[in-house]
């Protein structure tokens, strides 16, 4: 969902985006402003005490205002309709309009010296929204309108295809008529293994998104504005913003934990490549050449779990097939659910609440359009948490639902913080949490949950069986989790304009994954709005920051755990001690820079690659040693 003042789209907290220290705040302040303060300064300067009445009343319009916005966002999340894009665009322009007067009005107490916290907070207010309207009349409204629409679009879109075909029947069943949902098409892009259908599934999805690109275009204008007129170059400057360092110091960041990670990436990239190569051979799959972005088992190349058949090393043992033993076991997805929130009570925090389990929407209704990209709520910013997925009993969503329950745990944890606190102490944090404790998904977990056989335990025989099949989910998602917002922040400060917009994002689909489209795509194309978070507007650095991150949590749990063995067989789950450190930081909130609350949990300050080379170091060893006389990394032009 996106709301105006939240860090967030995926995840609903009342308070305002992530936070900046003081250097962007200086930079911020302009030498007119300045001047202005200087000569003003005897009669008008305001006071600490005017700070802190601001503040109050402002925290009082955020809470009223974000208390009726998330009603009508998750209204409209549930059932899409024309009506309920009109209202919650009506919402969304209020909130705007609140966002940008507070954001300006906070601007008065630039130069006063205030205590730090107050700092924080009017700091905050001055970020506005990750999606700020500009001041003038009726833009708010457009803005908010737009949005709606790019929304509503990629919640309702379909295409045609041959629903008759025997290998899609094979995995849908009987279809009525001759149109699918992105769901459905989503199953046949993990299961088909025919290049052909799978083109024609890949390219299906993305008819829905050349509508999209003038409006797309229209919004980056508007929220560059609105942008500007907060002091910043334009939108991706304000996002690389929220950071508690220097904008730039941010984007530098990334790409040194993308350096840190990606000589793995480059040789799980070439032995899967070495793998669909042997199954496809040299026509579709050349061995030198980007690898074909339908083949990966995923609708966005993004993660590569699906395919983990044809990829499995062999004579290395058995991995964990999760969603047989969800078949198996007779699980639903309440039970799913059910599961990951048992997990998180027997690390000691209390259940999800009766109105969770209530008013959550966890299966796909039949007869309405949702939005079915699953995240988690927070609608009273106190105990009424919920989740909205279209979950199926598959071990991907059995991951997605301690994710999504992760937010809410968070969000619970927070809840006694003023309102400007209530988010991650970075959005990364936020998409980490559920995401490490699913980590202590490990084989030994399920039988402990009775999921799996006593019997049928792997052995250390099969530790590369494991961890292959997870890298092929979590390494593969590195680059991805990188260059969906560099794509972005290319298009918000203008290198890349509306008639460049798909080829740029092909340029950084290549570059950083080192794939390829399956064939040259038309002139109209806009694949990056195939992608939720893109008509969404949801940020997307903060999952590539969570899968360090989520990382970086699982180690030190597991230190603190005093296990001793390999960090992929170490499961927290029942370890109530953790789990009192693990709320220690969640209940920080965004209170303190990020770096503080790290240190709270992981004795580090710094975001670092590390844990993950240190998880998947045996998977090193394996993959340099299957990749050696192959030729790996692919022409980047
Ligand atoms: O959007 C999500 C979550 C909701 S915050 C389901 N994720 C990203 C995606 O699906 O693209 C989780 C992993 C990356
Ligand atoms: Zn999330």
Not at 343 to 360: I, K, L
Not at 556 to 566: R, V, Y
Request: charged share 25%; glycine share 8%; aromatic share 10%.
């Amino acid at each position: 969902m996106k709301r105006f003042f939240l860090a967030t789209s995926c995840f609903a907290a009342l308070g305002l985006g992530a936070c900046q220290d003081g250097q962007i705040r200086d930079a911020e302040t302009t030498t007119e402003e300045l001047t202005v303060a200087a000569t003003t300064q005897v009669e008008t300067r305001p006071t600490v005490q005017d700070a802190r009445e601001f503040l109050e009343d402002a925290e009082a319009d955020i809470v009223a205002a974000s208390e009726i916005g998330a009603r009508a966002a998750w209204i409209n999340a549930n059932f899409v309709t024309e009506d309920t894009n009109a209202l919650v665009a009506q919402t969304s322009a209020e909130g705007a309009k609140l966002a940008t007067r507070l954001a300006n009005e906070a601007k008065r107490f630039n130069g006063v010296s205030l205590p730090d916290d107050m700092r924080r907070k009017i700091d905050m207010l001055k970020r506005g929204s990750n999606f700020p309207a500009p001041m003038r009349d009726g833009a708010a409204e457009e803005l908010s309108e737009i949005m709606a629409g790019l929304d509503a679009t990629y919640a309702t879109g379909t295409f045609a295809i041959d629903t008759s075909d025997p290998a899609i029947v094979a995995v849908l069943g009987e279809v009525e008529g001759d149109r699918i949902d992105l769901g459905q098409a989503v199953r046949l892009m993990a299961q088909l293994r025919d290049p052909a259908l799978l083109r024609q599934v890949w390219e299906g999805w993305r008819t829905i998104s050349p509508p999209m690109r003038d409006d797309y275009a229209r919004m980056v204008e508007l929220i560059n504005e609105g942008a500007q007129e907060l002091g910043y170059a334009d939108a991706g400057a304000l996002w690389r913003g929220g950071y508690d360092m220097d904008a730039d110091a941010f984007a530098t960041e990334v790409d040194r934990l993308w350096g840190q990670v990606n000589p793995l990436y480059e040789q799980l990239h070439c032995y899967v490549r070495g793998a669909l190569n042997e199954t496809y051979g040299d026509d579709v799959v050349p061995l030198d050449a980007p690898i074909r972005a339908d083949l990966l088992g995923n609708m966005w190349a993004q993660q590569w779990g699906n395919i983990y058949g044809l990829a499995a090393p062999e004579g290395a043992g058995e991995g964990v097939d999760v969603t047989a033993l969800l078949e198996e076991n007779d699980y639903d997805a309440m039970k799913m659910v059910r599961t990951a929130d048992d997990f998180f009570v027997s690390m000691g925090f209390d259940p999800m609440p009766d109105t969770f389990w209530e008013r959550s929407l966890i299966t796909k209704p039949r007869d309405r359009d949702v939005q079915c990209h699953a995240s988690a709520w927070n609608l009273d910013d106190i105990e009424d948490v919920r989740i909205k997925m279209c979950t199926e009993v598959t071990g991907e969503d059995f991951q997605t639902v301690h994710h999504e329950i992760g937010h809410n745990i968070y969000q619970r944890a927070y809840k006694d913080q003023p309102v400007f606190y209530k988010t991650g102490a970075n959005d990364g944090f936020h998409e980490a949490i559920g995401d490490m404790i699913a980590l202590s998904i490990t084989p030994e977990y399920l039988v402990e949950i009775g999921l799996l056989d006593a019997a049928d335990l792997p052995g250390e025989d099969a530790d590369i069986a494991l961890l292959m099949q997870t890298a092929m989910n979590k390494i593969a998602f590195l680059p991805f989790g990188l260059l969906v917002d560099k794509w972005r922040w290319q298009v918000f400060n203008g290198v890349l304009e509306p008639a460049q917009y798909n080829d740029g994002w092909w340029a950084l689909r290549t570059e950083y994954q080192g794939i390829r489209p399956p064939s040259e795509r038309p002139a109209d194309a806009f694949d990056p709005g195939a992608k939720y978070h893109i008509p969404g507007n949801t940020p997307y650095m903060r999952y590539f920051l969570a899968h360090v991150l989520q990382f970086q949590f699982h180690k030190a749990a597991c230190e603190q755990a005093g296990f001793e063995g390999p960090l992929h067989r170490c499961s927290v789950y029942g370890n109530e001690e953790v789990g009192e450190r693990f709320n220690a930081m969640l209940e920080m909130g965004a209170s303190q820079p990020w770096p503080d609350a790290l240190e709270a949990f992981t004795g580090t300050r710094d975001m670092d690659g590390s844990a993950i080379l240190e998880y998947y170091a045996p998977l090193i060893d394996y993959l340099e040693t299957q990749n050696q006389g192959r030729t790996c990394g692919w022409n980047r032009d």
